[in-house]
């Protein structure tokens, strides 16, 4: 009985792993639709507005009682909030009004290796073998998707200035991931979440307020009111709260690999959403990829 309960607890982070991806992938949805209804920075601005919104009802409590805490930990939340919320709340987006959903797919392959990178650079990670190996297959996985299973696709790429947005997301995903895990915090994990988020809409008002002034004004209706809801429950509450589980039970570099899983269902969400063509490469490269995660939970 106690052999089985340990299997099942063994088993249980490596099927998180894959489950909180469906969740995240849900940004996805978000990107190709809500943005054609509400304003980039406008959308990520009210979409953790929202989020803080939700939960500050059930953790404020314990908020108040550690007024001291948030004190001392004020840089550490507002940094997470900035990276986790409000670069990557608002970069894809930006990207996603001068570049390609291909461009986005490749350059957001970089934030496993740099997550990766940091944490054997500042916080002494052991890498393995297989871990290298695991990452790239995903890698492969992920092109093979990207490029519709034709190299000359990846060749004839041309970049924009969208990329450098994208890049940026990459980046902030990564220092958001790293020092999520090894930033230690005397809050409850739900209730520095909320923190977060409040920092994360802190960090998106300014840029808010001169995107309505000068860019593209907000049209609050129910179309807003749908996208903001869900892009605040699916892709922000479920799958942050997720990841930040997943990143205690496997580290910071392999929970980093979801980001593949998410490309994979992202492709998934556009063949039921959008209707678009199930074809060999998606299978390929969801093989690949889903190879590569095997690989990659490999300890020895």
């Keep these: 009985m106690k052999r089985s309960l340990q299997i099942k607890n063994n088993l249980a982070p490596y099927i998180l792993l894959f489950v ?17 209804s509400v304003p980039p920075i406008s959308l990520a601005f009210w979409r953790w507005f929202t989020v803080f919104i939700i939960l500050f009802p059930f953790f404020y409590n314990e908020i108040l009682k550690r007024k001291k805490e948030l004190n001392k930990e004020f840089f550490k939340l507002f940094f ?15 990207a996603g009004l001068t570049t390609t959903m291909a461009n986005i797919g490749i350059i957001y392959t970089s934030s496993p290796v740099i997550i990766i990178f940091l944490s054997i650079l500042f916080f002494n990670e052991k890498i393995n073998f297989f871990r290298i190996l695991g990452l790239l297959i995903c890698i492969a996985g992920v092109f093979t998707i990207i490029s519709k299973g034709n190299i000359n696709f990846l060749i004839k790429l041309n970049f924009t200035i969208g990329d450098l947005w994208v890049l940026g997301a990459a980046l902030g995903w990564a220092l958001y991931s790293i020092y999520l895990l090894n930033w230690k915090s005397k809050f409850s994990f739900m209730a ?5 988020a409040m920092f994360g809409f802190i960090t998106l008002l300014p840029f808010f307020i001169l ?12 179309t807003f009111l749908f996208w903001v809801i869900f892009a605040a429950i699916s892709p922000s509450i479920i799958a942050f709260s997720l990841y930040t589980r997943l990143q205690k039970y496997l580290g910071a570099s392999l929970a980093g690999f ?4 998410f490309a994979v269902y ?4 556009g063949i039921i959403i959008f209707e678009e063509p199930l074809l060999n ?15 990659a939970r490999k300890k020895v």
Excluded: D
Excluded at 192 to 196: A, S
């Design 20 to 36: 909180q991806p469906i969740f995240m992938a849900t940004n996805t949805i978000v990107a190709r639709g809500g943005v054609e």
């Design 80 to 94: 997470l909030g900035s990276m986790g919320c409000g670069i990557c709340g608002a970069f894809p987006n930006l």
């Design 192 to 196: 520095r979440f909320t923190l977060i």
């Design 211 to 222: 995107e309505n002034i000068y860019f593209a004004k907000t049209n609050y209706n129910q």
């Design 258 to 261: 979801s980001l593949y899983l």
């Design 266 to 269: 992202g492709s998934i969400f």
């Design 281 to 295: 490469f998606h299978y390929l490269g969801g093989f690949l990829v889903f190879a590569g995660v095997y690989f």
